[in-house]
């Protein structure tokens, strides 16, 4: 047996707060850094309240997903889900990474082309493409996901007044153990809606069909829902090419991997439950392979994984506005950081960290946003240390959604920075000013 290397012992001050009858409370680690930078710092510079992007763990776990379904599988394709998180910064880094743009809107496909993503590497998805967008993205040679007849019979006639071709897929949505059922996307597969299109879009000569596309939800704990998915696509993918002699070139799984944020109210941490990348990969992978079609005619699997890739590489930074004992004597500390800033507070249990130790007891403590409205709780209930007015502190995994669906309602919105690799600390998007909101105001004559 190895000899063991000798490691110096160290002594830790343990702050456990006041004993309960169910015991000591639970402790919370500070956390100083994110990625070797001090956020007292960061705050200093930058302003309170800060987003802060981890540059290093977006590639980290791009390598992880990669590396689970490529060593199952011979071809797959990462597509950036732009809704997740669109900051231009952001969306490079998955670029460089190997991502294409996986978009939902034209504004979405508008910045996907501005930063640099070429057309034939675009997932256009979504319910509400407009005429001029579906014409635009078969010029361009993206990949169009066709969401409902209607779409389709709108695309068929551009192509046949304009001339021109388009590559399609279609979404197809299917019964996969979770309810309620996704099925207000795309052509529903066991009521044969998603045949009927395949059929339409075959015997169209404009119309090239591609893949086969499905998002079956978002936060899906139960890895195995993927499996139903997958081998029904695959299904689908092998009557294609028994019917027509076509061989569709992808399946795209969609998103949905749940991320390592607990949800609010869950019983056990999200640490505990969530699947990892080898378990998605492994039901996914093995539905394809396993499926009649043949070796040579595998389909590459592309995944537009959002959440689970981007969540813990997002943190915000936020001060201790103040204290104060609510009539039932509860704890109640108000921070800086409101739920306008922080969406997905609505359905998470963010983790909250004082960048510092703090003493005292740890007791039950409900945190506020700053906002004049009752539904601004960033925690309705944990366990915290007392903090005083001008402390800060870190929420994290916040790196998912919230710079999509922030809400501009009584303040404006904070600076945004990227932790590189080397620690340099990079201002992705500016502070906004009380000019950037108004700018886009007109007022009347008569009001002037
Ligand atoms: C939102 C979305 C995604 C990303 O979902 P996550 O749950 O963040 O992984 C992928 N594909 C489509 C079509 C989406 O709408």
């Given amino acids: 047996m190895e000899k063991q290397i000798f490691e110096r012992p160290t002594i830790t001050k343990l702050n456990p707060g006041v004993p309960s009858k169910h015991g000591v409370g639970t402790v919370i680690a500070p956390m100083p850094m994110v990625d070797g930078v001090k956020v007292d710092e960061l705050l200093d510079k930058f302003g309170s309240p800060l987003y802060i992007i981890s540059e290093s763990t977006i590639r980290r776990n791009m390598d992880e997903i990669k590396r689970a ?102 979404r197809v949505n299917m019964d996969v153990g979770i309810y309620p059922k996704w099925d207000r996307f795309g052509f529903n597969y066991e009521n044969g809606e998603a045949w009927d299109a395949i059929n339409r879009i075959m ?61 609010r109210g869950a019983y056990l941490s999200a640490d505990d439950t969530t699947p990892s990348f080898e378990e998605y ?6 539905a394809i392979i396993n499926s009649q079609i043949k070796p040579d005619k595998l389909p590459t699997i592309i995944l537009e994984t959002g959440r689970a890739l981007i969540d813990d590489a997002g943190y915000i930074a ?21 739920v306008n800033f922080l969406f997905t507070a609505f359905w998470y249990d963010h983790k909250i960290h004082p960048t510092i130790q703090h003493s005292g007891a740890v007791e039950e403590t409900t945190i506020y946003g700053p906002l004049c409205m009752n539904i601004d709780v960033i925690r309705p209930s944990l366990m915290f240390p007392p903090m005083k007015q001008g402390d800060r502190l870190l929420i994290t995994r916040t790196g998912a959604y919230n710079n999509t669906q922030w809400m501009q309602f009584i303040a404006t919105r904070p600076n945004i920075v990227l932790i590189d690799k080397d620690r340099n600390a990079h201002i992705i998007r500016k502070a906004e000013s009380v000019e950037d909101v108004a700018n886009n105001e007109v007022i009347p004559k008569h009001l002037e």
């Fill in 69 to 170: 379904f490529t060593v199952r599988y011979p071809k797959v394709q990462m597509a950036w889900s732009y809704k997740t998180n669109y900051l231009d910064a952001v969306c490079r880094i998955f670029l460089q990474e190997g991502s294409w743009a996986e978009v939902v809107s034209g504004f979405e496909y508008d910045k996907a082309i501005r930063n640099n993503v070429k057309g034939e590497h675009i997932l256009f998805n979504g319910p509400g493409k407009s005429a001029a967008e579906l014409e635009k993205a078969a010029r361009d040679g993206a990949y169009i996901h066709i969401d409902h007849f209607d779409e389709l019979f709108l695309l068929a006639g551009i192509c046949q007044n304009k001339n021109i071709e388009a590559r399609v897929a279609i």
């Fill in 203 to 263: 015997a169209n000569p404009k119309l090239k069909l591609m893949g086969l596309h499905t998002h079956i939800g978002t936060y899906i704990m139960t890895a195995e829902a993927y499996r139903i998915a997958a081998t029904k696509l695959a299904e689908l993918a092998y009557n294609i090419g028994n019917k027509f002699n076509h061989h569709i070139s992808y399946i795209d799984m969609g998103g949905g991997f749940a991320s390592r944020n607990t949800l």
């Fill in 281 to 286: 990969a492994e039901v996914i992978t093995s």
């Fill in 318 to 338: 936020g001060t201790v506005i103040a204290n104060k004992r609510l009539s039932d004597g509860r704890r109640a500390t108000i921070i800086d950081v409101g």
